[in-house]
C-alpha cells in the first residue's frame, strides 16, 4: 500500500504559477505509474498528467498540454505538477494518484488517491 499527501495548492492570479508536490509513503514508490487528476464545483474528476515509472514519459491533457510539466524524484518518493500560465479554469482541486491498472486517463483505475489540494487561479 502507499499513502499519498499532496502539498503547494494555494491562491494565484491567471498567468501565475504554482508547484504541486505528492509525497508518497513505503518503498514501493518507484514500481507506481504516477497521475495528477482534478475535479471543479460540480464537474467530474479529470485526468491531468501521468508519468512512468522511471519518469522517462509523460502524458497531459489537451487543456494543459505546454502549460503543465509532471515529474518526479524516487530517490525522495515524490511526484511534481509545475503549473504555469494559469487560467481561471484551471481552479480546482487537485489530486494525486499512484498505480493505474489499464488506462492512465480513467481515474477509476487508480488504486491509491491523495486527499487533494485546492488550487484557485483569480482573473
Known amino acids: 500500500q502507499v499513502q499519498l499527501v499532496e502539498s503547494g495548492g494555494g491562491l494565484v492570479q491567471a498567468g501565475g504559477s504554482l508547484r504541486l508536490s505528492c509525497a508518497a509513503s513505503?518503498?514501493?514508490?518507484?514500481?507506481?505509474?504516477m497521475g495528477w487528476f482534478r475535479q471543479a464545483p460540480g464537474k467530474e474528476r479529470e485526468f491531468v498528467a501521468a508519468?512512468?515509472?522511471?519518469?522517462?514519459?509523460?502524458y497531459y491533457a489537451d487543456s494543459v498540454k505546454g502549460r503543465f510539466t509532471i515529474s518526479r524524484d524516487n530517490a525522495k518518493n515524490t511526484v511534481y505538477l509545475e503549473m504555469n500560465s494559469l487560467k481561471p479554469e484551471d481552479t480546482a482541486v487537485y489530486y494525486c494518484?499512484?498505480?493505474?491498472?489499464?488506462?492512465?486517463?480513467?481515474?477509476?483505475?487508480?488504486?491509491?488517491w491523495g486527499q487533494g489540494t485546492q488550487v484557485t487561479v483569480s482573473s
Open positions: 494518484a499512484a498505480d493505474p491498472r489499464y488506462d492512465i486517463r480513467v481515474s477509476s483505475t487508480y488504486a491509491y
Open positions: 508519468v512512468t515509472r522511471n519518469g522517462a514519459s509523460s
Open positions: 513505503g518503498r514501493t514508490f518507484s514500481s507506481y505509474i
